[in-house]
């Protein structure tokens, strides 16, 4: 059972640099998120979707997009990589979009130079 | 706003002992709170989820308890082992939650052998 999968686990970009990381998820999940994690902030949300056709923002939204074009995948796209998007990328999953238990990826650290 | 602060950041005891983490919050309005493990490098793994209607939850040697009146959570360890060393995250689910988790910045605890 692979759960949540993230791809890539790695990646370096040059400032200005679009790409493209991915989320998979086989447990028939309606909840899928991304979050970041930085050293002393705790994980902030970056965006979120409660079904197919069905995203939106969460806290730190700005210079990411998402989609949801089906259950089981949901991609997270810089579109103009900033240093400040420097930071440990999480996907996470939950059966109901109300009180479900958060299952998570393993993280994608992604350097901007 | 709802606030989740976890203290001390960091803590290393002997084998052995009993340990209590603590995770406060501001605001008593809560869907559920649920307690993480992370690993260094590696994803969270959610350890208990206890619902506002709940006291506490337990699972092997970890038992989490909720007061809601006083905005606390203590995640109790017993007989703590080398393995148990990681760091623990608290995170909130506000009752005006639009699927929203807010997270604590984590204790990094150290279990000496």
């Known amino acids: 059972n692979a759960g949540v999968t993230q791809t890539p686990k790695f990646q370096v970009l040059k400032t200005g640099q679009s790409m493209t990381l991915q989320c998979a998820q086989d447990?028939?999940?309606?909840?899928m998120s991304w979050y970041r994690q930085d050293p002393g902030m705790g994980l902030r949300l970056i965006h979120y979707?409660?079904?197919?056709?069905?995203?939106d923002q969460g806290e730190v939204p700005n210079g990411y997009n998402v989609s949801r074009s089906t259950t089981e995948d949901f991609p997270l796209r810089l579109l103009s990589a900033a240093p400040s998007q420097t930071s440990v990328y999480f996907c996470?999953?939950?059966?109901?979009?109300?009180?479900?238990?958060?299952?998570f990826g393993e993280g994608s650290r992604l350097t901007v130079l | 706003k709802q606030e989740v602060t976890q203290i001390p950041a960091a803590l290393s005891v002997p084998e052995g002992e009993n340990l209590v983490l603590n995770c406060s919050f501001t605001?008593?309005?809560?869907?559920?709170l649920q307690w993480f493990r992370q690993d260094p490098g590696k994803g969270l793994t959610s350890l208990l989820l206890?619902?506002?209607s709940q006291r506490e939850q337990t699972s092997g040697r970890l038992n989490a308890s909720l007061d809601k009146s006083s905005g606390r959570s203590t995640l109790y360890i017993a007989a703590s082992q080398p393995g148990d060393s990681a760091t623990y995250l608290c995170?909130?689910?506000?009752?005006?939650?639009?699927?929203?988790?807010?997270w604590g910045a984590g204790t990094k605890l150290i279990i000496k052998p």
């Open positions: 447990m028939n999940h309606e909840y």
């Open positions: 979707s409660v079904g197919a056709g069905i995203t």
């Open positions: 996470a999953s939950s059966l109901w979009t109300g009180n479900g238990e958060l299952f």
């Open positions: 206890i619902q506002s």
């Open positions: 995170a909130v689910r506000p009752g005006d939650s639009n699927y929203q988790l807010i």
């Open positions: 605001d008593s309005a809560i869907y559920n």
